[in-house]
Nanobody
Framework: VQLQASGGGLVQAGGSLRLSCAAS????????MGWFRQAPGKEREFVAS????????YYADSVKGRFTISRDNARNTVYLQMNSVKPEDTAVYYC????????????????WGQGTQVTVSS
């Protein structure tokens, strides 16, 4: 699976942004999808995940209630709607795909996109 993330940019604190991740190459609906992020000087961390059907979602505590992950299997795309963003959300955001495994573990994901930068100004 090839993954292409987009939608990052500069946003003010309290604002909103929607990230997209377009998949190609294999059957998108076979994969659970996740979003991760990596801030400067920090390790990559789990943000959100969604099951292949879209029926199950998980969120990191730090984004719960503010971010929403969704997918459109007809468009081979997964989204991350980011609302009420905070300066601490500043990071490079990566989408990833897995066929099985832990939803929050980086090691469980088989395919990764190139990342899109999100910068939140205070």
């Amino acid at each position: 699976v090839q993954l292409q993330a987009s939608g990052g940019g500069l946003v003010q604190a309290g604002g909103s942004l929607r990230l997209s991740c377009a998949a190609s190459g294999r059957t998108f609906s076979n994969y659970d999808m996740g979003w991760f992020r990596q801030a400067p000087g920090k390790e990559r961390e789990f943000v959100a995940s969604i099951s292949w059907s879209g029926g199950t979602t998980y969120y990191a505590d730090s984004v719960k209630g503010r971010f929403t992950i969704s997918r459109d299997n007809a468009r081979n795309t997964v989204y991350l709607q980011m609302n009420s963003v905070k300066p601490e959300d500043t990071a490079v955001y990566y989408c990833a795909a897995q066929s099985r495994g832990s939803y929050y573990s980086i090691q469980s994901y088989d395919y990764w996109g190139q990342g899109t930068q999100v910068t939140v100004s205070s």
